[in-house]
């Protein structure tokens, strides 16, 4: 993302200009623009032309118009975002008032006003405009005749393609079969690997699967890769880490990136912090209970206390479209900081922050015990029978 201009005053009302460069880019415009925020871009817009005679035409004009947001709606496989909404400044082209959708595109400035820039929104912001969080490490998950292909962003984990070959069974007089389907099914991999993997940025690349499937596909393609001198995959061979995985399905790879040694791979990328730090809570909440929780209203208290070391929120609940939520869950980050917490925002888009939605999208390890927290959750308990 690139950030062309910014101007908010004290008080946090004023604008943003920026130009998505990347699909993920339009992940940060999904987490930064909000419904009633105004957003002003280029467009096409259809024209109706009626001549002296009575007969109309229509043709379509680019024009430059400012919305007041009423829907936001995000396609995560075509990384698309799309914003409905009114149009609140004059145009030749289209009354005021009247309803129009933006279509953000990559490379065309886009501009955000809002009444009120809160600490989660800047930070996105700086976060998007970050050139050294682009997306590092991609991940192979497969099984026999299946295997996703997925890169780990710094805010997303994207399934870029599914390969789905049948492999005949290994039957007496029908060996060939067998390995005819199974040469077909690791050719599929490995050019799908040469498609979407950017061997210039990736760091990593995980190949995990059950069984022998990872060893036997990463011996087919280097030596196929000999056999053709292919130079990227030799020269890159390096970065390749097979690890294992209990199914060639994408929530597998939730249990890859768990393994201390893919972690280790992976130290310095924000995916891999997400996970080691939801370990951690997990860790805490079965040996020290008293000091893991989730769900807003026991980490609010433990926020009040001041006694949370490592906040874990999820960013789906920024989106709310009830703004005092939002802002609650502003103030909560902004309370846990100020009394010297660390805060890690999940992206939805991970498998980590798919776990942490299971858990309300809020949880907290705290510096200290607190068994009174969960007497009232005792007390909720019994409230409710």
């Not at 399934?159 to 690791?186: C, M, T, W, Y």
């Not at 201390?260 to 370990?279: F, H, Q, Y």
């Not at 909560?332 to 980590?352: A, Q, W």
Request: net charge negative.
């Amino acid at each position: 993302m690139k950030l062309h201009y910014k101007n908010i005053d004290k008080a946090g009302n004023g604008s943003v200009t920026l130009t998505a460069e990347e699909p993920e880019d339009m992940w940060h415009a999904y987490n930064i623009i909000q419904i009633n925020d105004q957003v002003r871009s280029t467009t096409i817009r259809k024209v109706q032309n009626e001549t002296a005679t009575g007969s109309s035409s229509s043709n379509r004009v680019r024009t430059t118009l400012t919305i007041s947001v009423e829907n936001i709606d995000f396609d995560t496989q075509g990384q698309q975002l799309r914003l409905k909404g009114r149009n609140i400044e004059e145009n030749q082209w289209v009354k005021m008032g009247a309803y129009h959708t933006l279509d953000l595109e990559l490379n065309r400035k886009f501009t955000i006003t809002k009444s009120e820039w809160d600490t989660i929104s800047l930070e996105r912001v700086e976060l998007a405009c970050d050139v050294t969080q682009n997306a590092d490490v991609a991940a192979v998950i497969m099984q026999d005749g299946l295997a996703h292909i997925c890169l780990i962003t710094a805010s997303m984990t994207i399934v870029r393609s599914k390969i789905d070959v049948p492999i005949p069974r290994k039957r007496k007089n029908h060996v060939n079969q067998h390995e005819k389907g199974l040469a077909k099914f690791h050719d599929a991999v490995m050019q799908g690997i040469l498609r979407h993997v950017n061997f210039d940025v990736v760091k990593c690349i995980l190949i995990a699967s059950p069984g022998f499937v990872k060893d036997q596909f990463y011996e087919y393609m280097f030596q196929q890769a000999v056999k053709t001198d292919n130079k990227l995959l030799l020269e890159n061979k390096s970065k390749f880490m097979l690890c294992h995985a209990s199914s060639g399905f994408k929530h597998s790879l939730k249990e890859v990136l768990q393994d201390p040694a893919v972690v280790a791979k992976m130290s310095d990328t924000k995916a891999a912090g997400e996970v080691k730090i939801l370990g951690q809570f997990y860790t805490t909440l079965q040996m020290e209970p008293a000091k893991a929780f989730y769900g807003k209203k026991h980490v609010t208290k433990a926020a009040e206390a001041q006694a949370i070391e490592t906040l874990l929120i999820s960013d789906n609940l920024f989106r709310c479209q009830d703004v005092n939520v939002r802002k609650e869950y502003v103030a909560l980050v902004d309370s846990v900081r100020d009394s010297g917490g660390d805060v890690k925002v999940f992206s939805s888009m991970h498998v980590s922050g798919e776990q942490l939605a299971q858990l309300t999208g809020v949880a907290a390890i705290l510096r200290f015990p607190m068994p009174e927290l969960e007497d009232s959750e005792d007390e909720d308990d019994s409230d409710e029978d």
